[in-house]
Protein backbone atom coordinates (compact mmCIF):
# COMPACT_ATOMS: atom_id res chain seq x y z
CA UNK A 1 0.00 0.00 0.00
CA UNK A 2 1.35 3.48 -1.32
CA UNK A 3 1.33 5.92 1.68
CA UNK A 4 2.94 9.48 1.41
CA UNK A 5 3.64 11.82 4.47
CA UNK A 6 4.25 15.21 4.15
CA UNK A 7 5.82 17.19 6.78
CA UNK A 8 7.69 20.53 7.97
CA UNK A 9 4.59 22.89 7.51
CA UNK A 10 4.39 25.49 10.04
CA UNK A 11 3.87 29.49 11.03
CA UNK A 12 6.70 31.36 9.33
CA UNK A 13 7.41 35.29 9.36
CA UNK A 14 7.15 37.16 6.03
CA UNK A 15 10.84 36.40 4.13
CA UNK A 16 11.41 33.28 5.86
CA UNK A 17 12.14 29.70 5.20
CA UNK A 18 10.36 25.99 5.28
CA UNK A 19 11.44 22.75 4.16
CA UNK A 20 8.75 20.32 3.52
CA UNK A 21 9.10 16.56 3.35
CA UNK A 22 7.17 13.71 1.80
CA UNK A 23 8.07 10.38 3.04
CA UNK A 24 6.82 7.91 0.56
CA UNK A 25 6.53 4.22 1.68
CA UNK A 26 5.43 1.04 -0.78
CA UNK A 27 6.62 2.59 -3.81
CA UNK A 28 10.11 2.46 -5.92
CA UNK A 29 10.63 6.47 -6.07
CA UNK A 30 12.86 6.56 -8.83
CA UNK A 31 10.39 5.57 -11.09
CA UNK A 32 8.01 8.43 -10.49
CA UNK A 33 7.39 12.17 -11.28
CA UNK A 34 7.21 14.29 -8.30
CA UNK A 35 5.16 17.23 -7.35
CA UNK A 36 4.22 19.61 -5.21
CA UNK A 37 1.29 21.77 -5.19
CA UNK A 38 -0.88 23.70 -2.76
CA UNK A 39 -3.89 24.93 -2.29
CA UNK A 40 -4.99 28.55 -0.68
CA UNK A 41 -8.36 28.98 1.12
CA UNK A 42 -10.99 29.69 -1.59
CA UNK A 43 -8.96 28.75 -4.23
CA UNK A 44 -7.91 25.90 -6.68
CA UNK A 45 -5.22 23.45 -6.29
CA UNK A 46 -1.69 24.28 -8.34
CA UNK A 47 1.44 23.24 -8.74
CA UNK A 48 3.97 24.64 -7.62
CA UNK A 49 6.86 22.34 -8.30
CA UNK A 50 7.99 19.31 -10.23
CA UNK A 51 10.68 16.79 -10.90
CA UNK A 52 10.54 13.91 -13.40
CA UNK A 53 12.36 10.47 -12.87
CA UNK A 54 14.94 12.06 -15.03
CA UNK A 55 15.65 14.99 -12.75
CA UNK A 56 13.93 17.72 -15.15
CA UNK A 57 12.32 20.26 -13.03
CA UNK A 58 9.73 23.05 -13.69
CA UNK A 59 8.35 25.58 -11.08
CA UNK A 60 5.25 28.09 -11.38
CA UNK A 61 6.37 31.30 -11.94
CA UNK A 62 5.04 32.49 -8.64
CA UNK A 63 8.02 30.81 -6.57
CA UNK A 64 10.34 30.36 -9.25
CA UNK A 65 14.02 31.59 -7.86
CA UNK A 66 12.16 30.81 -4.79
CA UNK A 67 11.52 27.46 -3.86
CA UNK A 68 13.57 24.28 -4.92
CA UNK A 69 12.21 20.81 -5.61
CA UNK A 70 14.85 17.89 -4.96
CA UNK A 71 14.68 14.33 -4.17
CA UNK A 72 16.32 11.42 -2.62
CA UNK A 73 14.87 8.14 -4.05
CA UNK A 74 17.22 5.77 -1.77
CA UNK A 75 14.83 7.51 1.15
CA UNK A 76 12.18 7.76 -0.97
CA UNK A 77 11.72 11.32 0.27
CA UNK A 78 10.91 14.76 -1.94
CA UNK A 79 11.54 17.67 -0.52
CA UNK A 80 10.63 21.10 -0.96
CA UNK A 81 13.10 23.94 -0.17
CA UNK A 82 11.31 27.38 0.03
CA UNK A 83 12.96 30.55 1.01
CA UNK A 84 11.78 34.46 1.23
CA UNK A 85 8.34 33.12 1.95
CA UNK A 86 5.60 35.74 1.39
CA UNK A 87 1.84 35.72 2.75
CA UNK A 88 0.62 34.72 -0.64
CA UNK A 89 2.36 31.19 -0.02
CA UNK A 90 0.01 30.71 2.53
CA UNK A 91 -1.39 27.27 1.98
CA UNK A 92 -2.29 23.77 2.75
CA UNK A 93 0.75 21.88 0.33
CA UNK A 94 0.31 18.90 -1.33
CA UNK A 95 3.42 16.07 -2.55
CA UNK A 96 2.02 14.16 -5.45
CA UNK A 97 3.80 11.07 -7.10
CA UNK A 98 2.81 10.00 -10.52
CA UNK A 99 3.84 7.52 -13.02
CA UNK A 100 1.45 6.84 -16.28
CA UNK A 101 -2.12 5.57 -14.42
CA UNK A 102 -0.61 5.44 -11.26
CA UNK A 103 -1.48 9.01 -8.53
CA UNK A 104 -1.00 9.62 -5.71
CA UNK A 105 -1.45 12.40 -2.78
CA UNK A 106 -0.30 13.29 0.36
CA UNK A 107 -2.43 14.43 3.15
CA UNK A 108 -1.07 18.07 2.67
CA UNK A 109 0.74 20.06 5.64
CA UNK A 110 -0.05 23.50 6.45
CA UNK A 111 2.07 26.65 5.33
CA UNK A 112 1.23 29.95 7.12
CA UNK A 113 3.05 33.07 5.89
CA UNK A 114 2.42 35.69 8.56
CA UNK A 115 4.06 38.12 10.68
Known amino acids: QVQLVESGGGLVEPGGSLRLSCAASGIILIAYTVSWYRQAPGKEREVVAS???????DYAITVKGRVAISRENLKKTVYLQMNSLKPEDTAVYYC?????????WGQGTQVTVSS
Open 51 to 57: MTSGGIT
Open 96 to 104: RLSRGLNDY
